[in-house]
């Protein structure tokens, strides 16, 4: 089963990093979804499979055996979580560089600073308006 | 493998089908509908590991699932409503 | 104690929370000053304390280790929070000056202080999933707080940074369940005790997974885009706090896997670690030179510079390692006055692209003082703190033979200086363009208020300059201390195993 | 005994579902799918979780089993509702075959929807074959 | 509503005097008190009398429900596995008897659930319902078999 | 000695104050401090001179073995006293050249700067001391030449001579360190014993390239002398003053200073020779090529550079002569150099000209400077009675002596255009008409170039007062006792025979001089200048050709670049190993999990064919579900329940996004890059599972949470007794996350409508969109929701509050109480939904991980650390820190969450407003 899922995590990461790697961010963040999928995935194969009973203690407190690995479920809750945060955040964020920006198309989304120049020390720039302010001896 | 262990297997056989239905649309309604099937299936699915597993806490697992596939037609509903002409 | 190395985590989430549940501005503004007092006050004591104790561990929730969350404060840690401590003072005091009042309302101090929450949890975690939690802490402050006002140049930089560090989140945390699936650990110390057990070919692979997760954060090459597409954009009082804080994370976590858990094969890993860090110095300063805006010139030296951070890593001798924390320690100084300054440049004059600037030299000489100091030390001129780092490195580098990283590395201090020498001939020797700018000051607070946390900042660069044994001193200390994980591992465990 | 009822209820249910299935792959249009999905699915779904009540004998399980079952009754209905509504708004068509359309023309632009006696007539030629 | 408060209080103290606080006793002392309510029927005022209406039709109700959407079921699975699929869909305007939000939406989910019929939406002014049948061959007897068999079942427990 | 530093420095501190304070007279005052040094160091001639060497120390950076060491021996105190002395004369003439400069403050406070890091350059005994004081002075020299900063050409002279110092000066710091390294340490009065150790060493070679370097640059050598002529662009006083007499001298100070321990070697000699003596040819050369006074005298300092070069190369081949050359001739130089480039300064200040042939009749309105002028060009021209002429004799001397008479001739060469260029300046004092109005210059302005000249005067008449120092430059150069007695009057000799020689060329060439001019201006050569500004050109468009490449701005390139860079090197790493790992045992496969995991990838891999966003979403969406369902399989109820609520929660978030984007763009399509890279990155992380699954896992971790869970967590859902109490830590973490993403939303969307409402450009295609933030406005879902709202809310205690002993917990709990308010709003709208919350829900953030963060604090009371868990039983139920952190945790999930779908919603209904 674990040999499968190795396989499994393996075509899923393929997918969704072909999905990020798509120029339209709406694609991007699909993709994250799925390759998010796919470490949870990982996370719990790590954790190693073949367990018949959940990790819960009955309540005369006895515990069945083989029970599934709990690390990894809590480690994969806290990751779901702050997988799905960070998601709802790059939906809106997304959302926001939409309507500012007028694309989604990450690759049209060039950075957008002020225009500079880069001024040169080995040839005296071509316009020189600037006047100059003192005279002084040199 | 037991009946039930079968059972699974059988019952998840329908998700193919809801999964075409999924892809091929053609509208986005559509698309729904083989999703809110899927989830259907997830419930029942739910429902039933918790007999083969013989673990009723997944039980709760339907109960949460249902509650939310109700919720995400709603959302999806709403969308369709209002630009699902351009989302097919 | 155990509570005092809690408090460089408690002090800024208290700070947070009260910002976040007491609506009045002005009630927040004295929280995150006392908050950022507090924080230096306690990360200090903390530092003393380690210095007298040696290393020190507290269970969370008193779950003995490797069980429950160890926080381990050693001397890299303890100097790490103290300079976070340091600079968040300073953008503390910069952002009461600066009275960003749009920002405020929308919860400026609160993430101003998840962000603290983020580092200080990052420096001072012995647990590897832990680790991965105060990373994205502190990440998705930093993205709240990148993009907060949405212009533009922010949005379409913040996407990036998005992107690329959510890549980093999902690389990180599918190397935490890769090692955890090899070892059964997620305590540093207890990882560090179990990866012998590792194939050498596996771990390696393991390793260049958390360097490239690592290296996204650090923003090291080819990992580096998103740094200089995005700092450039925020405010100077975020930008100055990410400059200093968040890819000093990514240095300290590259550290300190790379000294405790992956040294099994140097000459594989850190080898791979010395060419990173000789093409991030290079490409970074080589891109820097192409910029025409001071901002943007700041980000590339940023980037460039990790690079020596890297490379006293890469080497790993107790020299170079010494070398490394004191360059990140200092860098973590001088990078964010400088992209204060470069705030209160773009105050002064509207802008920050050099052709449109000039005149600061005559019209403002004490900013021209403020300026030059961190510029020279960034660039590695002596007495100033930088020199200190760069001679500390280049012994260690000429030490180990490692000849060509050690020319890179002086070259990459030349071309700096280059850098820094054509921003300095811009900004304020050229005359002034026609077009007259005004100041804009702050409403509470005027010039002297903004430029008292930079004077602090360079006061302290240069104190560290011109007395650089203390902090060399610890370094030292730190390096040993990485050098030798034994004493960490008794520490965290309890047993040496 | 006991077994076989809850077999019974199993094999029924995924039976159902799978009429279900069928249905939303062979039905001619949306409408008409999702007959197929509120009925047979919801009834599917219903004996499994019955079954499960069945299996247990244990009162408490049972209840959480049979409240299941009402929540997916009561949704489901809604949601066709609300999914039957918007696809109508949002421009799908009813198939060719459908025989009659009393609700064409009847929706306005703010999506309120008037009653017939408003506007008759009540059979709309054009849907009308 | 009185004679139902009447009746949980009568099982907390059921519950209390058994000393098991739990969902079965509960349901089981919730129960008996209803018979002892039932035969204390005739000292509650007329308005309460309704819980005990209530209290027989739920239970009929539900099966009738239960009952429909199996019926339904059947329906569907024959035309889905035929293969001709001998289905005439239409949508068809039924007009409301049912006043009140909660009939209405009960009539509603009802259809939806029984044979053929799926409801689709109400008018604004609440007198029109559509449906979609499934199979329409006469408008007219669909609406008024909707009405004698659901409609006045929904009405009978809510008025 | 030490003291004398830290007063140079401070003293110099003091410079813009007092200049405020005193005015014009400051200048008088500020030349007390080098006068004092002065008078300091020459207090320490007799013991110097009578053999002594005084050494200090002071601990500075221990650390690194860096001492504030001082070394005092002849060599050192010639140059302190040149730099105290002559900078207390350029300190006068300085307030005298640049009265009522608006920065004479600032100008003062750098030359003083200068000086105290000149000092204590010649003085540093460590070799780290000495780089310090080594970049001070190129530092100081760069704001000094930049002084005029308001012209281009002077900032980018400033920056080509920092450039150029400070490059060497990484050259020498790594030169200097790999002698350290060698000889073991960082002083040079012990490097000094140890020439035999280093030259045999195998990295003689390269660390004595290295300094070379450094000194050939900082001292204008060739082929670096370019910088030393640009830098004329400074004010008078610091040409004379770091470009005469002091800073150039740095290289040759090092020089001479390393002689015992570097010389010796057959690599040492000749480098010095051939490149002093090439660049004695290229100053001499050069010099027919400018008629501006200050121009000229830089190429003759090039010169004598290179003729200082030449001669430190000739000591180790010689028996003295070269090393008391060096002294001579050193001074000598310092004192015309000085004095000449005053004068300059004087007649360009005064005749407001530095063109040679503008001048002329100066000598009669000028007669002081000229005097001056008259002297020191003597010096120049090695002509008696004057210290240049015996400085030349005896180079000439050493220089037969030991160097093929191929060189002596081109040295011969290289004089004889010192002598013309020494007619050259004379001539205009006394042929031709004297510019109109031009007059003597203040006291200060000539103060200094008549001292300087009569001090060459006066010591060429009476050389015996210079000869004990002279006897002790030459004996710390030579690395042995010298005693050599100086005379004016050596005797005919063939160095005699040389200097007459020498003085013909130059007469002669000077009648030649406006055809050679004239040949030299029309043609000039290329010279290393031109490969500066091309190497500085050339970095520069690699510069912008890098960036270019690299910050292309694309995201996807950002992208490829990383995973190209993830994929090369783990696969790196697995090549590196050479073996493929692979598990040995695995548990059974199980059908009804393979089927599932089947149809994910299917359906996953159809997602990527698929031309809608949404229907992308939707069916990756049954990955989600799909993993939710095999969590399930494999006995993980919370996970999968989380998954489950938390894909469709993501799936209504972007539905709710994409119902607010007008402008989607269409989905574009994958390109064949794309697809190698994410396979192999797929493939990778195939591999790295199956090598992480070859091994035995330890179950330590796992096996401790079940033990405890129950008897000292008190739970029996161990999952959730991880997430609150083992790994709480974790949780808060988390928790943080979900309220600083509330945080975020709010913020992103609440910015805009507060300040970009009219500058929006788009806002105008977005209010196209009718309805947008529309309820499902529909009398059956009202009255559904009604119902259900407060079902769902009752399920979500529950789930909460059992958490802790089976599936649900605060997270679960606050999800699905979102989904009431959710609900409610979808059916009846935004404003119905608020009114069933008191509070605002980023309070709710605030106040949830307060409660969070309280309940990790009564362990506190216990001397317990922090988040201990504390359980207390109440009325007979067990209540614990864990579960009042679990509140927190709903608390806050609760708040973030339904902060962010309000601040959608309220998005959307503004955009709906026209
Ligand atoms: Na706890
Ligand atoms: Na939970």
């Not at chain 5, 058994?18 to 204390?40: P, R």
Request: proline share 5%.
């Amino acid at each position: 089963m674990e040999i499968l899922l190795a396989f499994l995590v393996g075509g899923l990461f393929a997918v969704g990093v072909y999905l990020m790697l798509r120029p339209h961010l709406i694609q991007f963040l699909i993709g994250f979804l799925v390759v998010g999928n796919a470490a949870n995935l990982l996370i719990f194969t790590a954790g190693r499979l073949g367990s018949q009973f959940p990790p819960l203690i009955h309540s005369n407190g006895g515990v069945a055996q083989p029970i599934a690995n709990p690390l990894p479920q809590a480690l994969i809750l806290t990751a779901i979580v702050i997988g799905f945060a960070l998601a709802a955040f790059g939906i809106v964020l997304f959302f926001r560089a939409q309507q500012v920006l007028g694309t989604l198309n990450g690759e049209e989304m060039l950075e957008a600073f002020e225009p500079a120049p880069i001024p040169s020390l080995v040839d005296e720039p071509h316009d020189p308006t600037q006047p100059s302010q003192e005279q002084i001896p040199s | 493998m037991s009946f039930l262990g079968g059972a699974l297997v059988v019952l998840m056989l329908t998700i193919p089908l809801a999964v075409y239905r999924l892809v091929k649309g053609p509208s986005l309604a559509d698309r729904v509908v083989g999703l809110d099937l899927i989830t259907s299936v997830s419930v029942a699915l739910a429902a039933l590991y918790a007999l083969v597993s013989g673990q009723t806490a997944f039980l709760d697992v339907a109960i949460a699932l249902a509650l939310f596939a109700f919720l995400a037609t709603l959302g999806l509903a709403r969308y369709i409503e209002y630009r699902g002409h351009q989302g097919e | 104690m155990s509570w005092l190395i809690v408090l460089p985590l408690i002090i800024p989430l208290t700070t947070a929370l009260l910002c976040l549940v007491v609506p009045y501005r002005r009630a927040q503004r004295y929280f995150s000053l006392v908050g950022a007092l507090a924080l230096l006050a306690a990360a200090l004591t903390l530092l003393n304390q380690v210095g007298q104790r040696g290393i020190s561990a507290v269970q969370i929730s008193d779950w003995q280790a490797p069980f429950g969350i160890t926080f381990v404060a050693d001397h890299l840690s303890a100097l790490m929070v103290v300079v976070t401590g340091i600079v968040a003072l300073a953008v503390a005091l910069y952002a009461l000056a600066a009275n960003d009042t749009a920002r405020e309302a929308l919860g400026y101090y609160a993430l101003t202080n998840f962000l603290l929450v983020g580092v200080n949890g990052a420096f001072l975690t012995g647990d590897l999933f832990n680790l991965y939690v105060w990373f994205e802490v502190l990440l998705l402050s930093s993205f709240v707080l990148m993009v907060l006002g949405g212009d533009k140049a922010q949005l379409s930089g913040g996407v990036k940074y998005f992107a690329v560090s959510l890549l980093s989140s999902v690389l990180f945390l599918s190397a935490v369940g890769l090692l955890y699936g090899a070892t059964g650990a997620l305590n540093l110390a207890d990882l560090a005790t179990r990866v012998q057990e590792v194939p050498t070919g596996l771990l390696s692979a393991l390793a260049m997974l958390f360097l490239v997760a690592f290296g996204l954060k650090a923003a090291v090459f080819p990992f580096f885009f998103w740094l200089p597409a995005s700092y450039p954009a925020p405010p100077a009082m975020i930008s100055a706090l990410f400059a200093g804080l968040l890819t000093k994370v990514g240095v300290y976590a590259l550290i300190r896997v790379f000294t405790l858990l992956f040294t099994h094969e140097t000459a594989f890993t850190h080898s791979v670690i010395l060419w990173i860090a000789g093409l991030t110095l290079l490409l970074g300063v080589l891109s820097a030179l192409a910029q025409g805006e001071i901002r943007r010139i700041l980000s590339f030296q940023l980037v460039s510079h990790i690079g020596y951070m890297l490379m006293g890593l890469g080497i790993l001798t107790p020299l170079a390692l010494t070398g490394s924390v004191f360059y990140a320690l200092n860098h973590m100084i001088i990078i964010s006055a400088l992209f204060l300054i470069a705030g209160l440049i773009y105050r002064l004059q509207g802008t920050g692209v050099l052709v449109s600037l000039g005149g600061l030299y005559r019209s403002h000489p004490w900013l021209a003082v403020l300026f030059l100091l961190p510029a020279l030390s960034l660039a590695g001129i002596p007495p100033f703190s930088g020199f200190w780092a760069k001679l500390t490195l280049v012994t260690a580098g000429l030490q180990a033979e490692q000849y060509w990283i050690v020319a890179a590395a002086l070259l990459v201090g030349l071309l700096t200086l280059l850098s820094m020498g054509i921003v300095f001939a811009e900004a304020f020797w050229k005359n002034p363009p026609p077009k007259s700018y005004r100041f804009t000051p702050g409403a509470t607070g005027g010039w002297f208020a903004l430029t008292l946390p930079i004077a602090g900042l360079v006061l302290l660069s240069v104190g560290i300059g011109l007395w650089a044994d203390p902090l060399l001193r610890l370094s030292q200390t730190a390096a040993q201390e990485l050098l030798d994980p034994s004493q960490y591992i008794q520490v965290v465990l309890g047993v040496s195993r | 005994m006991l077994d076989l009822v809850v077999y019974a209820l199993v094999s029924v249910g995924i039976f159902f579902l799978f009429i279900a299935a069928i249905g939303v792959v062979r039905m001619p249009d949306l409408y008409n799918r999702m007959h197929a999905t509120s009925k047979a699915g919801t009834l599917g779904v219903g004996l499994i979780l019955v079954a499960v009540a069945v299996f247990y004998q244990d009162l408490s399980i049972a209840t959480r089993a049979l409240s299941a079952l009402a929540f997916v009754i009561l949704t489901a209905p809604v949601a066709a509702h609300a999914l039957g509504r918007a696809a109508y708004l949002s421009g799908v068509k009813p198939c060719d075959t459908t025989f009659v359309d009393e609700l064409a023309g009847h929706y306005q632009a703010n999506h309120k929807l008037e009653s017939v006696e408003e506007t008759l007539p009540a059979s709309n030629p054009e849907s009308n074959p | 509503m009185r004679a139902f408060v009447h009746n949980v209080v009568l099982t907390i103290f059921w519950m209390a005097v058994t000393e098991a606080f739990t969902l079965g006793n509960f349901l089981i002392g919730f129960a008996l008190c209803f018979l002892i309510l039932l035969l204390a029927r005739p000292l509650f005022d007329p308005q309460s009398q309704r819980y005990f209406i209530l209290a027989w039709k739920l239970p009929r109700f539900a099966g009738l429900m239960l009952w429909e959407i199996v019926l339904s079921s059947i329906r569907v699975a024959q035309a889905v596995l035929s293969p001709d699929m001998k289905i005439k869909p239409g949508i068809i305007a039924y007009p409301l008897q049912a006043k009140s939000d909660l009939e209405i939406t009960l009539l509603a989910n009802l259809i939806t659930l029984t044979p053929g019929t799926l409801s689709l939406d109400v008018s604004s002014d609440r007198k029109v319902l559509y449906v979609h049948g499934m199979f329409v061959d006469d408008p007219q007897k669909v609406i008024e078999s909707t009405h004698e068999s659901l409609e006045k079942a929904v009405l009978e427990v809510t008025r | 000695m030490v003291v004398a530093s830290i007063v140079a420095f401070l003293g110099a501190l003091t410079a813009p104050w007092l200049y405020r304070w005193l005015g014009s007279a400051a200048g008088w005052v500020l030349a007390l401090l080098p006068l004092g040094l002065a008078v300091y160091f020459a207090s320490l001639l007799p013991d110097v001179v009578g053999g002594q060497t005084l050494r200090h120390s002071l601990a500075w950076v221990p650390s690194l073995g860096v001492n504030f060491s001082f070394y005092l021996d002849g060599l050192s105190l010639l140059f302190a006293l040149l730099i105290t002395g002559i900078g207390a004369f350029i300190v006068i003439y300085s307030g005298g050249y640049l009265k009522g400069h608006p920065d004479l403050g600032r100008f003062y406070l750098i030359i003083l700067l200068f000086m105290a890091s000149m000092l204590g350059l010649v003085l540093a005994d460590n070799i780290v001391t000495l780089f310090v004081m080594w970049e001070l002075t190129s530092l100081t020299s760069y704001l000094l030449i930049g002084f005029s900063h308001s012209e281009f050409k002077s900032r980018r002279a400033a920056t080509q001579a920092l450039l150029v110092t400070a490059g060497g000066g990484l050259a020498l710091l790594t030169g200097l360190i790999l002698l350290a390294l060698m000889g073991g340490s960082m002083e040079i009065s012990e490097l000094l014993g140890q020439g035999q150790l280093l030259r045999e060493h195998p990295l003689y070679l390269p660390a004595l390239i290295l300094v070379l370097l450094g000194a050939f640059t900082k001292s204008a050598q060739f082929p670096f002398h370019f910088w030393l002529p640009n830098a004329m662009e400074a004010p008078t006083p610091v040409s004379a003053y770091l470009h005469s007499a002091t800073m150039v001298k740095a290289g040759v100070y090092l020089l001479a200073r390393l002689q015992p321990a570097l010389g010796g070697s057959e690599v040492w000699s000749s480098a010095l020779m051939v490149f002093g003596l090439a660049t004695l040819l290229t100053g001499a050369t050069l010099t027919f090529r400018h008629t501006d006074l200050k121009r000229l005298l830089a190429y003759s300092t090039v010169a004598a550079l290179g003729a200082l070069v030449f001669l430190i190369g000739l000591v180790p081949l010689t028996d003295y002569y070269a090393a008391m050359g060096f002294a001579a001739f050193l001074l000598a130089h310092s004192l015309y150099k000085g004095g000449l480039f005053m004068a300059a300064g004087a007649v360009d200040h005064e005749a407001g000209t530095r063109d040679i042939t503008q001048l002329g009749g100066l000598f009669r309105v000028m007669p002081l400077t000229g005097v001056a002028v008259v002297l020191a060009a003597l010096s120049l021209a090695g002509l008696p009675p004057v210290l240049g002429f015996i400085g030349k004799e005896v180079l000439y001397v050493a220089a037969l002596q030991a160097a093929p008479a191929w060189m002596v001739g081109l040295a011969v060469l290289g004089f004889a255009v010192g002598a013309m260029l020494a007619l050259l300046l004379v001539v205009p004092f006394f042929r031709g008409q004297p510019p109109q109005e031009v007059h003597e210059g203040p006291p200060s302005l000539w103060l200094g170039p008549l001292v300087l000249a009569g001090l060459g005067l006066l010591l060429g008449l009476f050389p015996g007062l210079y000869n004990p120092l002279a006897d002790a430059v030459a004996s710390a150069v030579k690395g042995q006792a010298v005693a050599y007695h100086l005379k004016l009057w050596p005797g005919f000799n063939l160095a005699l025979l040389l200097s007459l020689l020498t003085v013909l060329l130059g007469v002669g060439l000077y009648f030649l001089y406006p055809r050679l001019q004239a040949w030299m201006v029309t043609d000039p050569v290329p010279g290393p200048e031109n490969g500066y500004n091309a190497l500085l050109r050339g970095l520069m468009r690699l510069a912008a050709g890098v960036t270019g490449l690299l910050q292309s701005g694309s995201l996807r390139a950002y992208l490829i670049w990383t995973f190209a860079g993830l994929v090369g090197l783990v696969g790196l790493a697995l090549l590196h190993s050479g073996t493929l790992l692979w598990p040995s045992n695995a548990s059974e496969v199980n059908p009804a999990q393979v089927v599932l995991m089947a149809m994910m990838l299917l359906g996953a891999i159809i997602a990527l064919g698929l031309r809608s966003h949404l229907g992308m979403v939707v069916v990756v969406g049954i990955v989600g579900a799909g993993v939710a369902i095999l969590f399930m399989l494999q006995n993980a109820p919370d996970l999968s329940i989380t998954q489950f609520l938390v894909e469709t929660l993501t799936a209504i978030l972007i539905a709710l996004v994409l119902l607010q984007i007008t402008t989607i763009g269409q989905v574009p399509a994958g390109r064949p890059l794309d697809a190698v890279v994410a396979m192999g990155f797929g493939g990778l992380m195939t591999l790295l599972m199956l090598g992480m699954l070859s091994q035995p896992l330890e179950l330590h971790l796992s096996n401790f949470f079940t033990d405890k869970s129950l008897p000292e967590g008190f739970g029996r859902n161990i999952v959730n007794v991880i997430l609150v109490d083992f790994r709480a830590l974790d949780t808060f973490g988390e928790i943080s996350v979900v309220g600083l993403a509330g945080l975020g939303v709010y913020a992103l969307l609440r910015w805009r409508t507060r300040n970009d409402k009219e500058d929006d450009p788009l806002r105008g295609t977005t209010s196209s969109v009718h309805l947008i933030g529309a309820t499902l406005n529909t009398l059956i879902l009202q009255t559904a929701s009604r119902f259900l709202f407060t079902l769902l809310i009752l399920l979500s205690l529950f789930l909460l509050l059992r958490g802790h002993n089976e599936p649900g917990g605060g997270f679960i709990g606050a999800l699905v109480a979102v989904g009431a308010y959710a609900l409610y709003a979808l059916a009846h709208g935004l404003a119905a939904s608020r009114k069933l919350l008191p509070v605002r829900p980023l309070r709710l953030v605030g106040v949830g991980l307060l409660i969070a963060l309280l309940s990790a604090f009564p362990s506190l009371s216990s001397q317990r650390p922090f988040m201990a868990g504390e359980w207390f039983t109440v009325f007979g139920v067990k209540i614990g820190t864990p579960v009042i952190f679990d509140i927190g945790v709903y608390l806050t999930v609760f708040g973030a969450l339904l902060a962010a779908i309000f601040a959608l919603e309220e998005s959307a209904l503004n955009q709906e407003a026209p």
